[in-house]
C-alpha cells in the first residue's frame, strides 16, 4: 500500500514538471518566432553609416515584415545580408527601388565622375550614409531584394539617440 502512495506522489510531481516544460517550450517557440520573423534587436557599428549610427555601435529595433509585404522605400534603413559574405549582416539605407534612376559618385575619395544607372527587377539600390568608407552598390551593384533581411525601426540604444532613423 505504501508504494501506491510513493507512486502517486511522483506521478503528481512528474505531470507538474512535465507542465513547467511545456510552458517553458511554448515561450521558447514565441520567443523563436517573435525574433525571427517579426522583430528582432539588433547590434550594429562600423563607419559606413556615420553620423546617422556611432561608430562604437547602437542598438536598433529592425520588423522582419516589410521586406515580405514590399513595404520597403527609399530612404528606409534596412538590414541585408552582404552579398560578399553571407556570414555578415550590414545596414544600409534604401537609394533606389527597382525601376528607379541612381546617380552617385564613382569613387567619391578620386574624383566627381558621376554614374546613371537604372536598378534592375527584383533589386534595390543600397548605400551607407558616409559615401567615403562604405562598401555598398556603389561596389557590390544592385542588391537583390531576397538579401534584405529587414527594416530598421528606432534607435533603442544609447538613450540620448533614441528614436527614427528617417532623414
Known amino acids: 500500500m505504501r508504494v501506491f502512495q510513493y507512486l502517486s506522489q511522483w506521478k503528481s510531481k512528474a505531470k507538474d514538471g512535465i507542465q513547467q516544460s511545456l510552458l517553458v517550450a511554448k515561450f521558447l517557440c514565441l520567443l523563436h518566432v517573435t525574433n525571427n520573423y517579426i522583430c528582432s534587436p539588433v ?87 558616409n559615401i567615403y568608407a562604405s562598401k555598398d552598390s556603389r561596389q557590390l551593384g544592385p542588391i537583390p531584394y531576397g538579401l534584405i533581411l529587414g527594416k530598421v525601426l528606432c534607435r533603442v540604444w544609447p538613450p540620448e539617440g533614441f528614436g527614427s532613423l528617417r532623414q
Open 43 to 129: 547590434m550594429v557599428y562600423g563607419p559606413s553609416m556615420l553620423p546617422t549610427l556611432n561608430l562604437t555601435g547602437d542598438v536598433l529595433l529592425a520588423e522582419h515584415l516589410s521586406p515580405l509585404l514590399d513595404k520597403l522605400g527609399p530612404g528606409d534603413v534596412v538590414l541585408v545580408r552582404s552579398p560578399d559574405n553571407p556570414r555578415k549582416t550590414v545596414t544600409k539605407r534604401i537609394v533606389g527601388m527597382e525601376g528607379d534612376t541612381v546617380t552617385f559618385l564613382a569613387d567619391p575619395a578620386r574624383s566627381n565622375r558621376h554614374v546613371t544607372l537604372k536598378v534592375p527587377k527584383g533589386h534595390v539600390w543600397i548605400q551607407g550614409d
